[in-house]
């Protein structure tokens, strides 16, 4: 509902253009908890668009916008295995249940019979930036330089940092505590709306799972976690954009 967010939909499209008066079908996603804003996303965002990219001008047509759930997008990458209507079906009659580990926000979804269970579905107000978060001391007080969210980040997902032109090994020890507590926040939220489900499978995608994979293996030993997680729900709209529209 901001001009920010018209401002980087529209232009990202641009750059798919290659005509004038090109129609668009988009497929994209939000966050659980905020999922009730679809039909206002759906309704402001779709039509006939002009704007200046550079010193270009740019007309599109968006003839089709679909909005879902965020986490579906992985779960849309599991169940197509190309832009070709190929499907796992293995997926399609299941009751699987989908946890995407973002930035600032952990989110859970149902999908029944590739329908999405709205009321078995939520988010939880906490991801990764908790834990980069508390790195930043953590990190101030072990290395010298000026930390911030940035750096914290880059420090955890390298396991090293760069000081005078020499690599120094960051002690991963430093930040198990955070990620044991956010995998038992995560399994918490699990077991509560979940445990009587009788799901056939739980994957996991996000940024974040790649760090929580060893914390939530000890809990849930057969999660499956989807590969190149960070970008699994791009992937997932893009090829269910080519089986809807395509």
Known sequence: QTREYRLLFLTTLSLYVQSPEEELYVVTGLPVDDYEDR??????????????????EVSFVIRQL????????????????????????????????VIDIGYKTTDFVLVRSNQYVEKLSGSLKKGMSHIYQAAVSKLSAAYRGNWDLRSAEEAIQKGMISRLGEQIMVDPTLFEPDLAGLAQEIAAWIHQRWEDQMLDGVVCGGGGSVLLKPHLLTVFPKMIFVEGPQTANVRGFYKGAWYFYG
């Open 39 to 56: 039909d206002l996303i759906e309704d402001t965002l779709s039509g006939r668009f002009k704007l200046m990219v550079g010193r270009r």
């Open 66 to 97: 679909t909005v879902v759930p965020q986490p579906c997008g992985a779960y849309m990458d599991l169940v197509f295995r190309d832009t070709l209507g190929h499907v796992n079906e293995e997926y399609t009659q299941s009751l699987v249940g």
